[in-house]
Structures are given as C-alpha cells and as structure tokens.
C-alpha cells in the first residue's frame, strides 16, 4: 500500500509526503530537483531522483514499491513564464502526465490523485466560482493543466481507474513548524514575494494592476494553506480507497483578498514597511478568484485547520526568516552576486 508522490521534494509536494508521513503512510518520491530540495524529504522516505515522465523508471517504482496510489504534483506552476514559452509547459505539464499515465496503467494503479488549478477557468462569469463552471483557461500554464485533466479522464473511463483532481486556488504558507516551505529562488508568488521583502532581501513589491474594477483596483486571490491542502490530498485519498468515484474538486476556502490586502497584512505580521509600486497589469491574469467550496467541504472529511490569511502569513514568514538565515542572509548573498 505505497503512495507514490511525483514532485515529492517540491513546494506542496514535500508537504504532502510529511503528512503521509505522519500518519504512518508508505511514501516514495520521484522528483528530478529542477525546483525541489532532497533537504525537505523526511529522513527515510525513498527518493527517485528523476523525471516523472520517465516510463522506465516509474514502472519500477510501482513494481519495486508495490504502488497502490499516484498523487502527481511534478509539474510547472508559473503564470506569466508559461506565456513566455508555452511549449515547456505543454511537455511539463502536459506530456509528463501522459507517460506517467501509461506507466500507472501498464502498473495496475488504480488511484490518482492530480494537482490542478484555478487557472482552467480563467475570467469566471460568477464568483465564487464552482466546478461545473465553464473552463477557458488565459494561460498556457491553465491550458496545460486542463488538458490533462480532459486526458487523466479519458483514460480513467477506459483502464477502470479513479481520480480526484484537485484544483488549486493560491497556495501559500508553510509548515506550522517551519520544518519545510517554499525555498525556490527566483520565486514569482504573491505571498513568497511579499515576505522577501519583509525580510530584507527585496527593496519594494510591485503590484500588478490596480485599475480593475475591483474594490481596491487590485486583483482578488483565495489564498489556501499548503499545510491544509495536504490535509485535502489525505482525505481524496481516504475517498477513493473508500471506493469514491472520481470526481473534480476547488480547492480553496471560498474567501477572497486583495493583492493591496494581502501585502498590508504581510507588513502588519512582519511590523516593517514594505515600499509599494504600483505596475501595469501582468499579462494572463484573472482578476477574482475565489473558490466556491460546497463540493469538497460535502464530499471529503476535510476541515481546514489554517483558514485565516494572518496564520498563512505568519507561517510564510516564520518559514522565510529560517531559510534566509540558513543561507547566510544578505552577506551571502552580496558575495554571490
Ligand atoms: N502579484 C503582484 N506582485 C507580485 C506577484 C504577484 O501584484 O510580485 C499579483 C499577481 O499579478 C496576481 C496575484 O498577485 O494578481 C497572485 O499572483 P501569483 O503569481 O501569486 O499567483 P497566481 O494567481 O498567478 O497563480
């Protein structure tokens, strides 16, 4: 009974695995490290440093491990770098999935669980929006991921599996302990960002947009802790070994905050100012995106422990201020520069 985690040492990934952890689960990861750290893997869990398109070598994980389950977070997660080149994101998010499938079927595993995104639906008509709503992704990284949700369908239907997906509104935080969190460099996110300038190592946050017809001009996010969608990946689990059928599920808390709201509170928890500009707007954004979560909150025994953008906030920033001391705050980073 393993639980394979692709892209087990990234972000959200290495949340999960802890989780799975946690609660006695067998895990093994296969991530190839383009954006994860082998650092944030709990000591024992078997790590496959490759890709999780590799057929080769997810076949013999599933065989070696005896894989029972597949909860596939590898992946690309960036808005405006899959406009920039949309073809990395069709093969990352896209094809990956496709040879991962193949592998999973020739496999017998008969569970998946897959990390999506708010971003399939683009502009909602309607907010909060719910999961029948229509998908028009602006984005080649929604288009991408909502091509494999029409994919990991089809073949579900013919190779007798069940999925859930998952679709993802903001995720942000990190562990409550701050044992993991978000260490990529380069980070484009919201609340990563926000907390690198209150931690000194970013002179000012540009925010993008500020003439939507929005109360604050800026754009509106539901912002999820990655500790409590953890917590929604281990109940889709519980689902489907339940016999659940697959089914697709928003992922967020059904509350909306500004991108202005959001970096006031960044400043509040970290008591420093942080200098704002205001920039054009980013191409490919949505401008309100806010969950309507009636499905999950009725399907799944999941009950969000983290449901306040202060407790994300907090955690971010506790997580921030370790990793940055941990690197050797800004002396270091003035020599490798
Ligand atoms: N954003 C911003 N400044 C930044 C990073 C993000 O104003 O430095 C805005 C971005 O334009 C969007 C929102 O914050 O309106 C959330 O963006 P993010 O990249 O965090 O997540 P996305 O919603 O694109 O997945």
Same mark, same amino acid.
């Given at each position: ?29 296969i991530?190839n ?17 490759g890709d999780a398109g590799d057929?080769?070598l ?16 590898a ?21 990956v ?13 008969? *569970?998946?669980?897959? $990390? %999506?995104?708010?971003?399939?639906? #683009? ?5 909060? @929006?719910? +999961? !029948? ?107 489907? *070994?339940?016999?659940? $059928? %697959?089914?697709?599920?928003?992922? #967020? ?5 500004? @991108?202005? +709201? !959001? ?75």
């Amino acid at each position: 009974m393993t639980v394979l985690v692709t892209g087990g040492a990234g972000y959200i990934g290495s949340h999960m695995v802890l989780a799975l952890a946690e609660a006695g689960e067998s895990v093994v990861v296969i991530d190839n490290l383009s954006t994860g750290f082998s650092a944030m893997l709990p000591e024992g869990v078997p790590l496959f440093i490759g890709d999780a398109g590799d057929e080769n070598l997810v076949e013999g994980v599933i065989s070696q491990h005896k894989v029972e389950s597949i909860i596939h977070f590898a992946g690309s997660v960036v808005v405006p770098e899959s406009m920039r080149d949309p073809l990395g994101y069709y093969r990352n998010n896209t094809m990956v999935t496709q040879s991962l499938l193949r592998a999973a079927v020739k496999g017998g595993v008969n *569970r998946f669980i897959f $990390s %999506s995104t708010a971003a399939v639906y #683009g502009n909602p008509d309607q907010v909060p @929006v719910p +999961e !029948t709503a229509p998908t028009r992704p602006l984005s080649p990284y929604g288009a991408s991921k909502l091509m494999t949700e029409i994919m990991l369908h089809d073949v579900a239907s013919a190779h007798g599996m069940n999925y859930v997906v998952l679709r993802y509104f903001n995720v942000a935080g990190a562990d409550p302990e701050a044992r993991i969190g978000l260490a990529t460099v380069g980070a484009t996110h919201l609340l990563k960002i926000a907390v690198e300038a209150a931690t000194g190592q970013r002179a000012k946050i540009d925010v993008f947009g500020t003439d939507y017809p929005t109360p604050d001009g800026s754009c509106i996010r539901d912002f999820i802790h990655v500790s409590d969608l953890a917590q929604a990946h281990r109940a889709a689990l519980s689902y489907l *070994r339940a016999g659940g $059928s %697959s089914v697709t599920l928003n992922c #967020g808390y059904g509350r909306g905050y500004s @991108v202005l +709201e !959001t970096v006031e509170t960044v400043k509040r928890i970290a008591m420093r100012n942080i200098p704002v500009q205001y920039a054009p707007r980013r191409p490919g954004d949505v401008m309100t995106m806010v969950a309507d979560t009636s499905r999950i909150r009725g399907l799944l025994d999941w009950t969000p422990k983290y449901d306040d953008l202060e407790t994300i906030a907090t955690h971010a920033l506790a997580w921030e201020e370790k990793l940055f001391r941990e690197r050797g705050g800004l002396a270091q980073q003035a020599e490798s520069a």
